[in-house]
């Protein structure tokens, strides 16, 4: 790939790159050194590039900003990717707010693990290779995680 193809297919993926790390670390200053890192990373193998870009800037973005999380575990938080604050009165937000606050409480794989799942839509398959862990092991801790939101929420614990 030339420099100006990389550019323009830069510029074309800038966005979704962008939106994606802010969905995994909920901080626009962290989302955007991320991505820049990423553009440099991809800037460095250019002459090796080939068009499209875009997933494999979607893979190494979902990779930098799991390694950001488990490097700063105690500020990462399942708030950062949902909801802030229930409105008052939509008792879907408020349940959803409750179940949120429930996951930030799992451990922290499991968080990860729920997250990838539940949010980003992954394959046990991908999340296994992210995590370094095996897919027997991802569904274990998915499964347990689930269980304990059920739990917690059908038990009306409060956080």
Known sequence: ????????EAAKIRNTAMASA????GNTDVAEDIVQDTMLKMWSMCPA???PAGPLATVLIRNACIDHLRRHRQHCSIENMCIEEPVQ??????????MMEIVDRLPDTQQVILRLRHMQGMEMREIADITGMSEVNIRKVLSRARQAVRDKFMK???V
């Open 49 to 51: 590039l080939k068009k």
């Open 1 to 8: 790939m030339t420099a100006d193809e990389f550019k323009a």
């Open 156 to 158: 009306g614990d409060k």
């Open 89 to 98: 009165g939509d008792a879907d937000t408020v349940r959803m707010a409750r």
């Open 22 to 25: 802010m969905r995994y670390v």
